[in-house]
Structures are given as structure tokens and as C-alpha cells.
């Protein structure tokens, strides 16, 4: 039984089969598996392969390590890998949603009034789109939204693919700040870090405050 299981996980698949048969859905979990272990893979195909193999039932052609089939498309998620994905579906949905690019994100931007303060229920009432109106959403969401409201001009350039990041497209107008941290039990790795982020100047004027601060304690 057990050498019938590895045999299985040796078969290739073939993505030019019938959508649904067991080749087919092989084919789209190895697909599937590699994309979510590679960071660079493309959002948009992991999202197509997870609604195919939906809304073909392939998850029925496939079975977890104890040989018996998937019987929901969630179970087939959430079985561990090599047999399923290793997440649940809205694990996968966070990862799809972490990896879409900037240009992506800025085809349709999310709406965000302008900054007065609290928001009351009136104004949530009256704009149930706003972002701010469910936590900001993700932080990617929310810059994106800040850069459609506050910078079209940026806007129109993630669309055009010149940013590889949403927060690279933020720090470019300020509504970010670059940020970086380092251990600081090294005073090796301090220096490099120091080197690595600051103009000599800047690194001269560091240590001017710093001796400036220890001495006045």
C-alpha cells in the first residue's frame, strides 16, 4: 500500500489532459506546490490554478497519505505537502494577496478619504469603500490607496510596471520612511550596517552624538 502512495507521487501529470482527470490535477498540485515555495512566482497563475482545479473537482482525483480521497477542495489545502498545499485556503489567499505586485495593485486602488481625524459613523455610512473603513486592510492596500489618492502621478507609474514593490512606490513620495535594524550585541555588524546605510558624513555626525550622549549621562 505504502509503495503504491510513492508511486503515485512520482507520476508527472499532464496539463494538456481532460480538466478534472487525475493527470490533469497532478500536473496542477505540482504546479501549484512549486509556486508556493517560490517567492518570485506569479500571484495571478497561483490564483488561476486554485480556481481551476475548484471548479473542475480535480481535488476528487487526488488523496491525502493515507490513500483515501479528498473529498473538499479545502481538505486538499490543508493536507501537507507533497499530497495537498500545506495551508488552508485563506492562508493561500494571504500569500496570492502578499505577492501581487505593484502594478497589479494599482489597476484598481482601493478609496480612502482625506485624513480629518476619527471617523464617524456618518462618513462610513456615506463612504462603505473606504478603506478605512475595515482597518486599513493590509498595508500594501493602504499605501496603494494613499498613492491613488495623494500621487495619480506615481499611480500611473506602478501601473506601467516602474515599481517593483508598493512600498518601494511609497517611499519614493515619503508616506514611508526606510527602515532597517541590526543586532546590536556586534559591534562588527553595527559598523558594517553603518557603512552600508549612511554617507560617511552621516556616520561622522552618528558617532558625534553618540559619544555627545554617553558622555552627558
Known amino acids: 500500500m505504502v509503495a503504491t502512495r510513492h508511486a503515485a507521487l512520482d507520476e508527472v501529470g499532464d496539463l494538456g489532459a481532460t480538466p478534472g482527470s487525475r493527470p490533469w490535477s497532478i500536473a496542477l498540485r505540482i504546479r501549484m506546490q512549486a509556486a508556493?515555495?517560490?517567492?518570485?512566482s506569479s500571484a495571478n497563475q497561483l490564483r488561476r490554478w486554485m480556481d481551476l482545479l475548484s471548479q473542475h473537482k480535480g481535488f476528487l482525483a487526488l488523496s491525502n497519505a493515507d490513500g483515501e480521497?479528498?473529498?473538499?477542495?479545502?481538505?486538499?489545502?490543508?493536507?501537507?505537502m507533497p499530497h495537498g498545499l500545506g495551508y488552508?485556503?485563506?492562508?493561500?489567499?494571504?500569500?496570492?494577496d502578499e505577492r501581487k505586485t505593484a502594478e497589479a495593485r494599482a489597476q484598481?486602488?482601493?478609496?480612502?478619504?482625506l485624513?480629518?481625524?476619527p471617523h464617524t459613523d456618518s462618513e462610513r455610512e456615506s463612504n462603505p469603500d473606504d478603506i478605512r473603513n475595515s482597518g486599513y486592510g493590509t498595508s500594501a492596500e493602504y499605501l496603494t490607496a494613499r498613492i491613488a489618492r495623494d500621487h495619480p502621478d506615481v499611480l500611473s507609474r506602478m501601473r506601467s510596471g516602474?515599481?517593483?514593490s508598493v512600498r518601494q512606490a511609497a517611499l519614493s513620495v515619503g508616506i514611508v520612511r526606510p527602515r532597517a535594524s541590526v543586532y546590536v550585541d556586534d559591534p562588527d555588524k553595527v559598523s558594517e550596517f553603518l557603512a552600508k546605510h549612511?554617507?560617511?558624513?552621516?556616520?561622522?555626525?552618528?558617532?558625534?552624538l553618540a559619544v555627545h550622549l554617553r558622555e552627558g549621562q
Open 162 to 164: 516602474e515599481f517593483k
Open 36 to 40: 508556493l515555495n517560490d517567492e518570485r
Open 88 to 96: 488552508d485556503i485563506g492562508a493561500v489567499n494571504a500569500i496570492i
Open 198 to 208: 549612511f554617507e560617511i558624513d552621516d556616520i561622522k555626525r552618528i558617532a558625534d
Open 108 to 113: 484598481e486602488p482601493k478609496f480612502i478619504a
Open 115 to 117: 485624513d480629518r481625524g
Open 69 to 80: 480521497q479528498f473529498q473538499t477542495f479545502e481538505s486538499f489545502c490543508r493536507a501537507p
